[in-house]
């Protein structure tokens, strides 16, 4: 099983938009003959991913039947073997007259208050490598957690969901404010890493989102990341994401929308294109798995 994170401690910068396309794209690929078994866990109290996939009730109504990774968590943390099933929801891909969606599993998040698990027992922050990986990798091959912004060494749910994933997606903006935030970003990512004593390999990537090649910002922001990316060791993804304004003006319409694929035409192909640079990187350093 693959685990990959979507993270950076700024919001507004494209995790949920790119894990809604990148999930899209996924469930349609092959391994082994078959479908590739693909969970979306949403990690962020906003709830944006569930809510996209799901739509507001029912996102309401797993919340209050406890049909969260939140709970989910704070079970294990317990001593606790929750069955995942029951806990499951499935975005079915049927849509009237219109081609079919791939259908995603989902693990919807906790409310805001939920997740702030400070005083709560959700330590290790292994637990969830420890006890919640080997039940996934019974059910699935890949795994995207979409994560929250603002973290700190607190979110103890979500630093849990760092130290649990193999590979990091940071969609980044070559924005000053956005470029600013990245140090913090890359010292909590370099926080967990060190939690994380199971030593899996980590192909890490920065993911330029709305990003134009043409534009000053871009010209001006891009060697400053390049800096960064060479300090820290994290690469920076070939394939660049670029700004839709069909998808900048989409926010309403997240409640009803059930994928991006066939109104983000221009940005779609980009993701497609990424997600094979990833499995490609991925092969090479992980051939095995
Ligand atoms: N490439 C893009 N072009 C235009 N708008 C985008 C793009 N990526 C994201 N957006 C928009 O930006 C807003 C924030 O994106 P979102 O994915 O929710 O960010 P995050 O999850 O990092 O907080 C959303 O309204 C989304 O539709
Ligand atoms: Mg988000």
């Given at each position: 099983m693959y685990t990959i994170a979507l993270y950076n401690?700024?919001?507004?910068?494209?995790k949920s938009t790119l894990t809604l396309a990148m999930a899209d794209f996924l469930a349609t690929l092959q391994v082994s003959g078959r479908p590739l078994r693909l969970l979306v866990i949403d990690m962020d109290g906003q709830g944006s991913i569930s809510t996209a996939l799901l739509g507001e009730s029912r996102v309401q109504q797993a919340r209050e039947s406890g049909c969260t990774i939140g709970h989910l968590a704070l079970q294990l943390a317990n001593g606790q073997q929750p069955a995942l099933q029951p806990l499951l929801q499935i975005r079915s891909g049927s849509r009237g007259g219109q081609p079919p969606l791939p259908s995603l599993t989902v693990l919807p998040s906790d409310r805001e208050s939920m997740l702030d698990f400070d005083a709560n027992p959700l330590r290790p922050l292994t637990l969830l490598a420890q006890r919640l990986k080997p039940m996934l990798a019974e059910q699935f091959d890949m795994v995207l957690l979409d994560l929250p912004g603002s973290?700190?060494?607190?979110h103890l749910l979500a630093v849990n969901a760092l130290v649990m994933s193999e590979a990091l997606l940071i969609p980044v903006e070559l924005t000053r404010l956005a470029i600013q935030a990245l140090p913090e970003t890359v010292r909590m990512i370099r926080y967990a890493q060190e939690k994380n004593d199971l030593a899996l390999p980590n192909p890490l990537g920065f993911v330029l989102n709305r990003?134009?090649?043409?534009?000053r910002q871009f010209r001006l922001h891009l060697p400053q990341l390049q800096q960064l990316s060479q300090q820290c060791g994290i690469a920076i993804f070939d394939n660049l994401l670029p700004h839709a304004a069909d998808l900048a003006n989409a926010s309403d319409d997240t409640l009803t929308f059930s994928s991006l694929k066939d109104r983000y035409g221009t940005y779609y192909p980009h993701v497609r294109k990424m997600v094979k640079e990833l499995f490609d990187r991925w092969q090479q350093l992980a051939p095995s798995a």
């Open positions: 401690n700024k919001g507004g910068v494209g973290l700190d060494e607190r990003a134009d090649r043409r534009s």
